[in-house]
């Protein structure tokens, strides 16, 4: 299987940068799981004040690119191309890691339920293959 770049990512879901947190996309299987990828850079915007003088990449960030990664995942059906995935809840999310400039973080989200446009997501963030975090995404996809 090919690898997705930002430019097929930004065909398939609606993010842009600042925001598009995904620069690959490395494994598909659409409807079921994607695993993306994302080289965190000193030149992220968010690290002029997360944190001064200790720049740490945003819990809440590593979800939005887990979430992303799953979105891939979903709207590369038939069925949902073309529309948005919506974050519905996050649940059980825990925080194993920092994130730091350098580091490259693997994103892995699998669809482990799906009913009509609604469903769950398992996702895990991994750096240098250890668990930054981890958390349990619902989703609703719409127009």
């Not at 995935?85 to 490259?104: H, L, M, W």
């Not at 989200?109 to 619902?138: D, M, S």
Request: glycine fraction near 10%; aromatic fraction near 8%; hydrophobic fraction near 45%.
């Amino acid at each position: 299987m090919s690898v997705y770049t930002t430019k097929e990512i930004m065909e398939i879901i609606p993010h842009r940068q600042p925001f598009l947190l995904i620069d690959t996309i490395e494994e598909l299987e659409p409807g079921i799981r994607a695993v993306g990828k994302k080289c965190v850079s000193y030149n992220e915007p968010f690290f002029a004040g997360h944190f001064p003088g200790e720049p740490v990449m945003p819990g809440v960030l590593i979800i939005e690119a887990l979430a992303q990664t799953g979105a891939v995942a979903l709207l590369t059906l038939e069925e949902y191309k073309g529309k948005t995935a919506y974050f519905g809840g996050i649940n059980s999310a825990k925080f194993k890691q920092k994130v730091v400039p350098g580091d490259v973080l693997m994103l892995e989200t699998e669809i482990i339920k799906r009913k009509g446009p609604f469903g769950v997501g398992k996702a895990t963030a991994k750096v240098n293959g250890k668990v930054a975090a981890v958390a349990e995404l619902t989703f609703a996809v719409g127009a």
